[in-house]
């Protein structure tokens, strides 16, 4: 099993910054991706950004340019910095990994930006 806890998650002005950090722990021997989810009120989860264990990224296209995803592979540890942020970024954001084909999420942490 894994366990994800995240956090970093807030209120903020739209053009402002947050920054996530993901941490795992238990058997994260063999994780081989890590990433971010989102979901907000009324609409699927969506992907956000992705790192993968070689440290090839992938990102949502409404991200691309203002969201970066980082992450230490040996602590299997994953941050999101959040910038230019848009009241359409509220959501609960999900932290996800990858063990296998079996895919582990966190509880979720609330990010709202004000207009």
């Known amino acids: 099993q894994v366990q994800l806890v995240e956090s970093g998650g807030g209120l903020v002005q739209a053009g402002g910054s947050l920054r996530l950090s993901c941490a795992a722990s238990?058997?994260?021997?063999?994780?081989?991706?890590m990433g971010w989810y989102r979901q907000a009120p009324g609409k699927e989860r969506e992907l956000v950004a992705a790192?993968?264990?070689?440290?090839?990224?992938v990102y949502g296209e409404s991200v691309k340019g203002r969201f970066t995803i980082s992450g230490d592979h040996a602590k299997r540890t994953v941050y999101l910095q959040m910038n230019s942020l848009k009241p359409e970024d509220t959501a609960v954001y999900y932290c996800?990994?990858?063990?296998?084909?079996?895919?582990?999420w966190g509880q979720g942490t609330q990010v709202t930006v004000s207009s």
């Open positions: 996800h990994a990858q063990r296998h084909v079996t895919p582990y």
């Open positions: 238990g058997s994260i021997f063999s994780i081989n991706g």
């Open positions: 790192i993968s264990s070689g440290g090839k990224t």
